[in-house]
């Protein structure tokens, strides 16, 4: 094999080269250092991969539609008794939210089992927002089960890895749910409190025969309020049906995701202040780079642009995707087919609504 001689003529003059790289290798340094992350992120398309596709399963709904024929356009078939609903949530301070939620799936649920720490994921003491709140869901309270997880103080020195605390909150959920009395064939919801699976969903799944026994549920995703509708990406809540070998997670179990079956309101609060407990508390604290990323005015701003509160590029596979997704989310000014609670309730959750991003000072 012929190998062709390196033409020297055509290559730049050492000196020059040697030049450009001194002003190139520390402004890339730079860049590296202060924009590492959105560097990663705007790369991720050749680094990183989707998760494994889901199998989208068909969800037939209109309004008045009897419940016989729903369950056979599913494949499925009528009960002549519905199954009992467990609600099973991991709560941090989404007070507003959980209201919504509880009060969308009130008829619907046997008992709402809810699981709060005393202290962050990342192991700061933390209030019990839910405890302290309590009368406000009194119109729930025969049904509520509620439990105090004790967490660790994170010490100095310490790190104890922010997942594995809530991987062990995950297994006091699962003795929760015994308590509350769950039994083998009753349903179950593992969702994170702002995961809100629509009370149609709800109502198929207790009246129908032959449901998958584990489904992800497709939720339509909106950031800040209803305002910023993202996109149908939200897929970790998941449904069972209770058997010996379920267990709470909160993470891939199946290839089945239920198309359109609810919302998922992601930092959908109703002061800065819980902004930024949410901000500092959550696993993925680490995104707090600078501590003006904590300024109220910065972040009442943002929320009303529908920008990312992180300074972060959107978590996408392709570039097409990530160039679609840069920049603020959209504003929509639907406020249908939103939970009913939230439309006879608009006054007082305002905040939630379009045009309703100015949130109280305190
Ligand atoms: C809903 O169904 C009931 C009973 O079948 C019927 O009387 C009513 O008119 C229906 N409503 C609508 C909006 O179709
Ligand atoms: C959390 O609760 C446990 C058990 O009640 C208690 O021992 C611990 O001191 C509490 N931690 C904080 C930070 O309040």
Partial sequence: MAIRPLRHSKMPPPKILFIILLILVPICVIGIFTHGQKISYLFRPLWDHPPPAFTRLPHYYAENVSMGQLCRLHGWSLRSQPRLVYDGIIFSNELDILEVRWRELYPYITKFVI??????????????????????????????????????????????????????????????????????????????????????????????????????????????????????????????????????????????????????????????????????????ADRVKRKDFLNYPRIQKLICKGDDLFDMLPEEYTFKELIKKMGPIPRSASAVHLPAYLIENADKLRFLLPGGCLRPQV
């Fill in 115 to 284: 699981l709060e720490a005393n202290t962050t994921f990342t192991g700061i003491p933390k209030p019990l927002f839910f405890a302290s709140n309590r009368a406000r869901f009194a119109f729930a309270e025969e049904k509520i089960v509620h439990d105090v997880f004790p967490g660790q103080i994170a010490t100095r020195g310490s790190h104890e890895d922010p997942f594995a605390l809530e991987s062990k909150q995950r297994v006091a959920m699962n003795g929760l749910l015994q308590i509350a009395g769950i039994t083998n064939g009753d349903v179950l919801i593992m969702s994170d409190a702002d995961e809100i699976p629509s009370p149609h969903t709800i109502k198929l799944l207790q009246w129908c025969d032959g449901v998958p026994p584990v489904m992800h549920l497709e939720l339509r995703h909106y950031m800040y309020s209803f305002e910023f509708p993202v996109d149908y990406s939200s897929w970790r809540a998941t449904i069972h049906i209770y058997g010996p070998q379920t267990r709470y997670r909160h993470s891939r179990q199946t290839d089945y995701l239920f198309s359109d079956a609810g919302w998922h309101c992601s930092f959908c609060f109703r002061l800065i202040q819980e902004f930024v407990f949410k901000m500092t508390a959550y696993s993925h």
